[in-house]
C-alpha cells in the first residue's frame, strides 16, 4: 500500500541538539580538543563592568571558524547557515528558539579587537598542535601567493607620487597608532635603504630593489589604497595582495602575514620568522625557492643561526644563451671556465654590492665556435659573469646541494603548495573577502586557524586508527600464542 507522509507540528519536542549531531562530525572533534574558553581572558580588558552584556565573545570566535571552515561566503550567508544548521547550533551553543546574533556582530569586532586577538587565536591553536607532538619546530618552508583583494580594476586612481614616496605613505598608514608621537619624516627615513652595505635590517629587506619608474607603483584604489596592482604574463592585470606563508613539515601553518602584492617577498620573512618564534622557537632550516635568495634575506636567517636551503639568486641578462652556471669557478687561480674552456679573468668588483665581474678576451669570443649559443652576434663585447662575493651566498649554496637540502627542497613543493593550494580550493584564499591590509591580514589568520584546526583532527584521528590497529594485531597475536602454548603442552616456567 502506498504510504503518505502528513505533517503536523507539534508544539513542544523532546530532544537535545547533540543528540542530533554526529559524533564523527567535524565540529565535534574538534569541540573536544579546542574549547576557546580563553577567548574570554583575552577579551576582559574590551569590555565594561557595567552594562548589557555582550555576545559571548567565544561564540564570535566559533561563528567566524565556521565560517572559514565550511568555506561560506559572506557573513550575511554565515549567519543564515547557522540559524538553519543544527550542527552549528549546537557549536556555538544556541539552541533552536534562539536569535543567532547579527551579521554586524563581525564587523563590530574587528575594529575592536584588530588583529590582535585572531593572532592569539592563532598561536594558541598551534600550540595545542604542538602539545600533542604533531609540529616539527626545527624546519620550516616559505612560500607566498597571489589573492585577489576585493576591489575593482575601475577604482584606479593615478597617484602623483614617486613610487618611494608612494611606499613611505603606505609604511606610514599602516604605522600611524603605533607610532606614539614620532615626527613622520625621522619615521620614514628608516624604511627606504639603497643597497644592502652586509648589515641585514629587517626593515628594509625586499624594499631595496623597488623600480623607481614601475608604472603599477603610480596607481592606487580608491576602494583599497593598501592593494596593489599585480600583473603576470597571460593573465589580466589585478589589484591584489600577497599571502605569505610558513610551514612545518607536517603541513601545519606556523606563521601568515599579507603583504601588498607588488611588494617583495623576502619583506616579509622577518615578520614571519618572529611569528614562528613566538610560539615555537627559532628554527634549525629554513627551505624556500630562489625568490628568498637575496643576500641580505639569507644575511638576516643566517645571522639567526638557521641553515638556509635556498638557492642563492643568479641574475641572468642573457635568456636563450649560456647561463652562468654552465661556466665552471676555478677558485685556486679565481676565473671562471667557459663551455668552450676559455677563461674569464677578473675584472672588476663593486664593493657595494660585493659582486666581482670576470670577462673572457674580445678575441676569444669572436672566434668562438660557441658564440652563437653565447652571444648575441649583433654584440662585439666579450662574455661576462657576476660572481656574488658573499659567504652567505657560499654557505646557502652548500646547504642547497646537501642531500638533507635536496631532500627538504623536494619536501617544501609538496608539502606548501599543497597547502596553498587547499586553502585556495576550500578556504577561500583566491579572493580578499574584506578591505585593508589589517582586515585582509584577520582573513588569512582566520584561514590559517581552520587548516591547522583540521589538519589537528586528521593526524589525531589516523594516529588513533594506527594504536587501535596495533592493539588488535598485538592481540590477535596472543591469542594464537596461547593456543600454541597450549597444545604443545610448554611448561609454566618455560612460557616466559
Not at 109 to 128: D, H, V
Not at 340 to 363: E, F, G
Amino acid at each position: 500500500m502506498q504510504g503518505k507522509k502528513e505533517f503536523k507540528q507539534k508544539i513542544y519536542y523532546d530532544f537535545s541538539l547533540e543528540s542530533l549531531v554526529p559524533q564523527d562530525h567535524l565540529l565535534k572533534r574538534i569541540d573536544k580538543l579546542v574549547t576557546f574558553e580563553f577567548v574570554r581572558d583575552r577579551t576582559k580588558g574590551y569590555y565594561s563592568n557595567t552594562g548589557k552584556p555582550s555576545i559571548d565573545p567565544v561564540v564570535l570566535v566559533k561563528m567566524l571558524l565556521i565560517g572559514y571552515l565550511f568555506d561560506i561566503r559572506s557573513e550575511r550567508k554565515l549567519v543564515e547557515e547557522i540559524s538553519l544548521n543544527l550542527a552549528y547550533r549546537w557549536y556555538i551553543g544556541y539552541d533552536l528558539d534562539e536569535a543567532i546574533p547579527d551579521h554586524s556582530i563581525f564587523s563590530k569586532a574587528r575594529a575592536r579587537f584588530g588583529k590582535k586577538l585572531f593572532c592569539q587565536i592563532f598561536e594558541e591553536i598551534l600550540k595545542i598542535a604542538a602539545s600533542f607532538n604533531l609540529v616539527c619546530k626545527d624546519t620550516l618552508f616559505i612560500d607566498s601567493t597571489i589573492v585577489k583583494a576585493n576591489a575593482s580594476i575601475d577604482s584606479i586612481v593615478e597617484v602623483n607620487l614617486s613610487p618611494d614616496e608612494y611606499w613611505r605613505e603606505l609604511d606610514e598608514n599602516e604605522k600611524r597608532q603605533s607610532r606614539q608621537g614620532a615626527k613622520p619624516k625621522e619615521a620614514l627615513s628608516q624604511q627606504i635603504g639603497s643597497h644592502f652595505s652586509g648589515s641585514p635590517d629587517k626593515r628594509k629587506i625586499g624594499k631595496r630593489r623597488r623600480a623607481r619608474n614601475a608604472a603599477y607603483l603610480k596607481k592606487r584604489s580608491t576602494t583599497d589604497p593598501d592593494a596593489t596592482m599585480f600583473y603576470r604574463p597571460g593573465q589580466s592585470s589585478a589589484l591584489s595582495y600577497k599571502a605569505n606563508i610558513t610551514t612545518e613539515v607536517n603541513g601545519f601553518i606556523t606563521a601568515i602575514s599579507a603583504s601588498p602584492s607588488s611588494l617583495h617577498d623576502t619583506s616579509a620573512v622577518p615578520e614571519l620568522i618572529e611569528m614562528h618564534e613566538n610560539v615555537l622557537g627559532t628554527p634549525s632550516w629554513v627551505a624556500a625557492d630562489t625568490k628568498y635568495g637575496s643576500e641580505e634575506c639569507l644575511a638576516y636567517l643566517q645571522d639567526k643561526g638557521i641553515k638556509t636551503v635556498i638557492l642563492p639568486e643568479v641574475k641572468n641578462n642573457r635568456p636563450g644563451y649560456f647561463a652562468k652556471d654552465k661556466f665552471s669557478y676555478d677558485a685556486q687561480n679565481d676565473n671562471y671556465i667557459c663551455p668552450n674552456k676559455k677563461i674569464l679573468k677578473r675584472k672588476t668588483k663593486s664593493y657595494t654590492l660585493n659582486r666581482v665581474t670576470y670577462s673572457a678576451k674580445k678575441q676569444d669570443c669572436l672566434s668562438c665556435s660557441l658564440r652563437s649559443l653565447c652571444i648575441k652576434p649583433a654584440i662585439d663585447s666579450p662574455r661576462k659573469v657576476t660572481h656574488y662575493d658573499s659567504n652567505y651566498y657560499s654557505k646557502a649554496r652548500e646547504w642547497y646541494y646537501s642531500c638533507h637540502g635536496r631532500h627538504l627542497q623536494k619536501l617544501r613543493r609538496v608539502v606548501i603548495e599543497g597547502v596553498i593550494g587547499n586553502a585556495k580550493a576550500y578556504h577561500r584564499l583566491n579572493r580578499a573577502k574584506l578591505r585593508g591590509r589589517q582586515k585582509v591580514q584577520i582573513q588569512f589568520l582566520l584561514t590559517a586557524s581552520a587548516l591547522n584546526l583540521k589538519k589537528m583532527v586528521k593526524i589525531l584521528e589516523i594516529n588513533g586508527l594506527k594504536q587501535s590497529f596495533l592493539r588488535t594485531i598485538s592481540g590477535v597475536y596472543q591469542f594464537f600464542k596461547n593456543i600454541f602454548i597450549k597444545r604443545l603442552n610448554i611448561p609454566v616456567f618455560l612460557k616466559a
